[in-house]
Each structure stands twice: as C-alpha cells, then as structure tokens.
C-alpha cells in the first residue's frame, strides 16, 4: 500500500458548488498532516495544516478521522480560481522530517 | 532573497551529458528537500539535508544522482549520463526544523533529456 493515497481526479464542478476529496494515509503514527495547492506548472504552496481533529480556513475545511486514516478537504462555494491540484502530505516522526507527497486530486471549476 | 531560488528554470540536455541544479533556500532554513515531479504526479521524494548533513537519500533512483549543501545554505543536485527518464520538473524546497513548519518551494527546474 502506498504511503500516501489520493484519488487523481479530475473532479469537474460548477461554480459556488462545494466539493470534497479524501486522502488516505498508510502510517497510523502521522501526526500532523498539510494540503498543499499546485496550479499548473507552479510549484505547491501550502493551503493548510492540520495538528489535530482539523482545520478550517475560510470556505476550506480540512477534517481528520484518525481511526479510519483519511483526512478530507472541503471547499465550499468553489471559485474559478480554486481550480488546482491538491496535494496531500501526512507527517510522521520516523520520517526523518522529509515531507511525501500524495498524487495529488485535480479540481477543475467551471464556470 | 524572499524566496526559494532555483536555476535554472530550463534546462535541455543530451542523453549522457552530466546536469547541476542549484538551490537557494531560504536564509536561516536549516532542511533542504529535493524532489522529482513527472508530469501528472505528485512530488516524489529524493533527499533531505538538515543544514549541511543529507540525513536521507533514499528516493535518489540511482547512483547517477548525487546532491550535496557543502556549506549548509546553497545546495546542488546532479545528475550523471542523463536519461529520458530523467526527464522531470526537480523541485527544491526548504523549511525550519521541526514538524510544524511548512516547506517552501522553489519553482523548478525543468529539465528535458533529448
């Protein structure tokens, strides 16, 4: 199983619809988790961090089920500008601080 | 600078000529991060340097590559005999220590092996 698992999308949505994708991670022991965004051909900045039960940042929510190893972003009333790839990156202390990326879940708001 | 820096942005290089990347991280940014990105993945891990010291390198593909951050700031990454299959964006990324901090990364090289 990989250490990280996203579905890759595209998730194509309308504009103001909320929309939310899962990332699955395989370490029970991560402790803290990041969403990054990458826009095409950039590089990623992080969008978010989750140190506990979650996060919420504006339309952006980030929710975290420890006991099934998922962690969720919400994007509620999508903008054409939210139209990226959003990464996943859980953290966990045996990893000698190096930070590994999901695939990635490419979100494309139409308008 | 502000930022993270990388060069160059492009590069195009034969299959077998020898290729360095430099980084330029954040001033006082003790972690270093190179990573590989194929078109349509996300960022693959390949080596970790907590100021001069690589602590990680076990995502390097082969011994063709090789990184090094002598002096604990600027970083390079080489590549020897380059492949297609190097063909990639390398992404370079740095950070305080510690599991709260977030990475900042550079834009990229964009290197394409002919």
């Known amino acids: 199983r990989k250490e990280v698992e996203q579905d890759p999308g595209p998730f194509n949505v309308p504009e103001g619809a909320t929309v939310a994708f899962n990332c699955t991670y395989s370490?029970?022991?991560?402790?803290?988790f990041f969403w990054y965004r990458q826009d095409c051909r950039k590089e990623p900045k992080l969008l978010m961090s989750?140190?506990?039960s979650g996060n919420e940042d504006g339309r952006f929510t980030a929710q975290l089920n420890r006991a099934s190893q998922y962690i969720s972003l919400l994007i509620r009333d999508s903008k054409l500008s939210d139209s990226a790839t959003y990464l996943c990156?859980?953290?966990?202390?045996?990893?000698?601080?190096?930070?590994?990326f999901g695939q990635g879940t490419t979100l494309q708001v139409k308008p | 600078g502000a930022g993270v820096s990388q060069s160059p942005r492009y590069k195009v290089a034969k299959r077998g000529q020898d290729v360095a990347l430099r980084c330029d991280p954040i001033?006082?940014?003790?972690?270093l991060f190179w990573y590989q990105q194929a078109l349509g993945q996300g960022p693959e891990f390949l080596t970790y340097?907590?100021?001069?010291?690589?602590?990680?390198k076990s995502g390097l593909p082969s011994d063709r590559f090789f990184a090094e951050r002598p002096e604990g700031s600027v970083s390079t990454l080489k590549i020897q005999r380059t492949q297609q299959e190097d063909s990639a964006v390398y992404l370079c990324?740095?950070?305080?220590?510690?599991?709260?901090?977030?990475?900042?990364f550079g834009q990229g090289t964009r290197l394409t092996v002919v």
């Open positions: 001033s006082g940014h003790v972690s």
């Open positions: 340097f907590q100021n001069e010291a690589q602590l990680d």
């Open positions: 990156v859980p953290w966990h202390p045996s990893n000698t601080g190096k930070l590994i």
């Open positions: 370490n029970s022991a991560s402790q803290s």
């Open positions: 989750v140190y506990s």
């Open positions: 990324a740095s950070s305080l220590v510690g599991q709260n901090t977030e990475a900042f």
